[in-house]
């Protein structure tokens, strides 16, 4: 149908420059129109723009009414006839229940009609004007009335509906022509051999136009930052944690890195604990064919954990309460990857040496979900083994290691952490958000979880830690982390977020 409008386009130029779509073919869908001024454009044969504008439409109670009078004009009518004047009860009857309905208080209101002392409806004037027919006769002829107040005030009584249509002023154009030739688009090898292609006419090429969309696999969002991260963790030397570990024991998990076994994040509010199995055996190599597990003293580490925590030892009191290797034995989802970085640092107590290794994955905690907190999420943690560190050396690096995301004011707080001492929590200065904002955890972890493993006395070891989802979100500008992991997540948002580059130094 476009390319038979084209030749009406054309046509109706011819003898009226410039025109309305919308007068000159009323009937077509500007839809249609448009692809027809379109074709028509791309050859610079026509110019056009598009007008946008509302039209007023009468419902069908409105088009009865612009037809037969409206529902108060009927009351005033039968009210007249009825020579000795009429009971209310007897106005259904003659207008129908509808029109006696709504027409008897706006009668009653223009004063058109009015009770006698029977209480028998009497006509109170000898003529009226039917202002609401002739507002609805106005619209239905041009779509539209002069007073705005009068389509606010049918609207509102749902005789009219307002619709949006959009209409192009068309012009000629410089290439305007009343025959649309048809254009080649190909060059083929029996137009050079005849020599044809002489008097053809060959579509430009349009190097500006976009080429087809290609179905394709996309990388979410978090893993995009994720790649930077290990990109970060990898330029400045670390090595890489096994995570493939989702299930802990209460032991690795908790007991490990000195957390009490009544500490509230043990709680059943706070950590998802497995049913079935009820328990894990205790702590062994893992059947791998890395020999290093083998020169490891599991028994001894399991007591030395069991004495710093019951009875204290290494130069420590410890919590001196009656610890339960039944608690400790429990399965759970791990809540951080500090069990996974305990377990690399207990495998290194069989040849102390200075080592860096990181980890991001998926741990799991028991939180109500919000904009901002979900039941599972990743987190970013690294650690640091060598002799001799300090607390100055931790405040460095983390500036050094947050440089290389663009994060370059920080600040740095105490805290307090079961496995650490001492302990910092890390804010940056978000410009967005024009505030500080809490951006990781760090801390030295403590001798009473170190020297159970039988890493030396000189050694010490920096952790942190840090969401993945939170600079994911800063950096696509997500405000609901449920927009962003989980069965809300727009496909099309992964499919059409752009690549991202942390800012490095």
């Known amino acids: 149908m476009a390319a038979d409008l084209t030749s009406q386009i054309l046509s109706a130029l011819g003898s009226n420059d410039p025109f309305l779509s919308a007068d000159a073919f009323p009937s077509i869908p500007s839809t249609t129109v448009k692809s027809a001024l379109d074709r028509l454009g791309s050859r610079d044969m026509v110019i056009y723009e598009a007008i946008d504008r509302e039209e007023a439409l009468l ?44 027409g ?21 004037t000898q003529s009226i004007t039917d202002v609401t027919r002739e507002q609805l006769q106005t619209i239905q002829k041009s779509s539209t009335h002069p007073d705005p107040k009068v389509i606010a005030d049918l609207r509102k009584r749902k005789l009219i509906t307002i619709h949006k249509v959009i209409s192009y002023r068309v012009r000629k154009g410089p290439k305007y022509s009343t025959e649309l030739i048809k254009e080649e688009t190909d060059l083929t090898a029996d137009m050079l051999a005849t020599g044809s292609w002489k008097n053809l006419k060959f579509k430009p090429y349009n190097f500006s136009a976009r080429g087809a969309a290609t179905n394709s696999g996309a990388l979410h969002p978090l893993n995009k930052v994720r790649h930077e991260f290990r990109q970060i963790f990898f330029e400045m030397g670390f090595e890489e944690m096994p995570t493939n570990r989702f299930v802990e024991t209460g032991f690795w998990n ?27 055996d205790k702590p062994r190599a893992d059947p791998s064919p890395d020999k290093t597990a083998d020169k490891l003293d599991y028994e001894k580490y399991w007591k030395d954990v069991q004495a710093v925590h019951q009875d204290g030892k290494y130069g420590s009191i410890g919590y001196r309460y009656p610890w339960s290797e039944k608690e400790s034995l429990r399965l759970v989802l791990r809540t951080h990857t500090t069990a996974v970085s305990t377990y ?5 107590a069989a040849n102390p040496r200075p080592a860096r290794y990181f980890s991001i994955d998926r741990v799991f905690r028991n939180e109500s979900v919000d904009a901002t907190h979900l039941a599972e999420f990743h987190q970013v943690e690294g650690v640091i083994a060598d002799f001799n560190l300090a607390l100055g050396g931790l405040i460095g690096f983390m500036e050094t290691f947050f440089a290389k995301m663009g994060v370059h004011n920080l600040r740095f707080k105490p805290a307090y952490n079961p496995y650490t001492e001492p302990s910092l929590e890390i804010f940056g ?52 982390i449920r927009e962003l992991l989980g069965h809300k997540v727009d496909l099309n948002f992964v499919e059409g977020n752009p690549a991202v580059r942390l800012e490095k130094e």
Request: a positive charge.
């Open 254 to 280: 908790f007991d490990a890195l000195f957390v009490p076994q009544q500490h509230p994040a043990r709680d059943l509010q706070d950590t998802f604990y497995i049913s079935d199995p009820p328990s894990a």
């Open 429 to 480: 200065y978000h410009e967005g958000l024009g505030k500080w904002v809490e951006i990781g955890n760090s801390g030295m972890f403590r001798p009473e979880m170190l020297e159970p493993m039988g890493l030396p006395k000189g050694m010490r070891v920096y952790g942190w830690g840090l969401s993945l989802e939170r600079p994911t979100m800063i950096k696509y500008k997500v405000k609901n």
């Open 344 to 348: 690399m640092l207990h495998k290194l």
């Open 59 to 102: 419902t069908r109670e409105a088009k009865t009414i612009a037809e037969e009078g409206s529902h108060e004009a009927k009351v005033f009518e039968a009210v007249r006839n009825a020579v000795e004047g009429l009971k209310i009860g007897d106005l259904p009857g003659i207008i129908g229940k509808e029109s006696a309905k709504v």
């Open 104 to 124: 008897q208080g706006k009668a009653f209101k223009e004063g058109w009609v009015k009770k006698s002392s029977d209480g028998r409806l009497i006509a109170n």
